[in-house]
């Protein structure tokens, strides 16, 4: 859907934010989303948006080390940190995600 219905598929992730955001015990699942959602901010030049979507998952998925959902969050915040001109901020982040 994200192919052929870009604006659906955004919507659908948007609901399942709200349903995981009322649901107890689905902070991964809501991190997923979030990337979704960060990575949609960052296409439509948002870069504080997506921060804001993926900022309270990368600690919890370095708690739960969840590397892939790690990395993913990081090399999203370091896509927006480019777009806010932190390029070297975002340049260190990138080096994070590779661990």
Not at 52 to 58: F, K, N, Q, V
Not at 61 to 90: F, M, W, Y
Request: glycine residues 6%; charged residues 20%.
């Amino acid at each position: 859907m994200l192919a052929s219905d870009p604006k659906a598929a955004f919507q659908h992730f948007v609901s399942a934010d709200r349903y995981y955001a009322a649901t107890p015990g689905t902070d991964l699942h809501r991190a997923y989303v979030a990337t979704q959602l960060a990575t949609h901010a960052v296409t439509q030049g948002d870069a504080v948006g997506a921060l804001a979507s993926i900022g309270p998952y990368i600690d919890r998925a370095a708690r739960s080390k969840n590397a892939i959902l790690l990395s993913a969050l990081l090399l999203i915040r370091a896509e927006a940190l480019d777009l806010t001109g932190r390029s070297a901020e975002a340049r260190t982040v990138r080096l994070d995600s590779l661990g």
